[in-house]
């Protein structure tokens, strides 16, 4: 029994190899590239656009209304402005993908004084980098000096600003844009990998020579895998900046991909040919990608019921577990209870993919 299973492990990783180089061939993975990088283009060019990016930004919080900062605001190199709370605060600075400084002014601070030093607090998001820290702060410390003609000294209070789950910024874009990539394409390609050989009656070819067909549907996923995790990896080299928590996001990734290739398998062997599954996919994608966008985008209140539903629906919980591998720190309780979701849906779809691959065998 032992020495079939390293055949088996070769005849599967071969279906995979050949799927992988003849999507190379015919340009599915460019495909894959093309089509993840519309995706996520239009969130990375805004700043772009806007011109923005590069711009020294402070976001200011004070107990008291501060009159200077109009004056500095008309500086056109430089964007400030005043919030009603650190916490604000905090969620400006992690939410822009520009030049962000938190300035936090005591009680005692008065604008009114004329001689007496003014003493900020300082505040940066963990992804800025240190040579950037004294940058921003000579170029705060002279503007504020410019228009108070007081001492100014800038201190760093907290390098480490994440967001937390009230922040609605890039890392929202990063999460969606995950989620979306990993899904869309995963449900889009795997399918299509049993429906080409169906067409093009080379399924039959492939039973025939020593392959099983559970040789060719695993290799079909290790395929599936090959384009869901090709696309993963781009989103994330385009936001590599956001992500605390590394070990967390790759074990995130791959039970996302898992998941939208089983169910991408079962499309595939539930149907014939693309244009029978049309309404049927668009639907699947929809239903599999809402939870997420509803948990993120959405501020409605649904019923309990629903409520319940869409935060244990895979998608729901990928997206709680990519939002904390951006936080500062994991809440472990609720990251096994996701990893747990995920993959008890996986396992059932398994099952049910088993279930069909025994029903094609015996007819």
């Known amino acids: 029994m032992n020495h079939k299973t390293p055949n088996h492990l070769k005849i599967i990783g071969m279906i995979a190899l050949k799927d992988i180089s003849q999507s190379m061939k015919n340009k ?28 020294p930004t402070a976001v200011v919080f004070s107990p008291k209304k501060i009159s200077f900062i109009k004056e500095i605001a008309e500086d056109p190199n430089t964007r400030i402005y005043q919030v009603r709370s650190i916490e604000e605060m905090k969620d400006e600075i992690v939410s822009g993908r520009q030049m962000a400084i938190g300035l936090v002014f005591s009680e005692e601070f008065s604008d009114t004084d004329d001689y007496s030093k003014i003493s900020v607090d300082a505040y940066f998001p963990h992804w800025t980098k240190a ?14 000096y ?39 394409i995963s449900l889009v390609l795997v399918p299509q990998l049993f429906m080409v050989e169906k067409e093009s009656h080379t399924l039959d070819a492939l039973m025939t020579s020593p392959a099983n067909f559970n040789d060719i549907v695993l290799g079909k996923g290790l395929a599936g895998c090959f384009y869901g995790l090709t696309a993963a990896l781009i989103v994330i080299l385009l936001n590599t900046r956001l992500i605390a928590h590394w070990g967390l996001l790759i074990l995130a990734v791959i039970s996302g991909v898992v998941f939208a290739v089983l169910l991408g398998l079962l499309m595939g062997l539930l149907f014939d040919n693309f244009q029978q599954a049309t309404l049927a996919f668009s639907i699947i994608v929809i239903l599999a990608i809402a939870p997420a966008f ?5 501020t ?5 019921a629903v409520e319940v539903l869409i935060n244990w629906l895979p998608s729901g919980k990928l997206a709680d577990l990519l939002q904390m591998s951006v936080f500062r720190e994991i809440d472990i309780p609720q990251a096994i209870s996701g990893f747990a979701a995920i993959w008890g849906v996986n396992l059932a779809l398994l099952f049910w993919v088993l279930l069909k691959i025994r029903h094609e065998r015996l007819n």
């Open 294 to 298: 509803i948990k993120l985008i959405l």
């Open 146 to 184: 410019s228009v108070t003609q007081r001492e100014v000294e800038i201190q760093i209070a907290d390098d480490q600003v994440h967001p937390d789950e009230d922040s609605r910024g890039s890392e929202v874009m990063f999460i969606l844009q995950m989620i979306n990539a990993i899904i869309t």
């Open 300 to 304: 409605v209140n649904f019923p309990s």
């Open 131 to 144: 040579e950037n820290f004294p940058t921003l702060i000579k170029h705060f410390e002279s503007l504020i």
């Open 28 to 55: 599915t993975v460019l495909g894959v590239i093309i089509g993840v990088f519309l995706l996520i283009l239009p969130s990375q060019m805004i700043p772009l656009i806007l011109q923005n990016e590069s711009t």
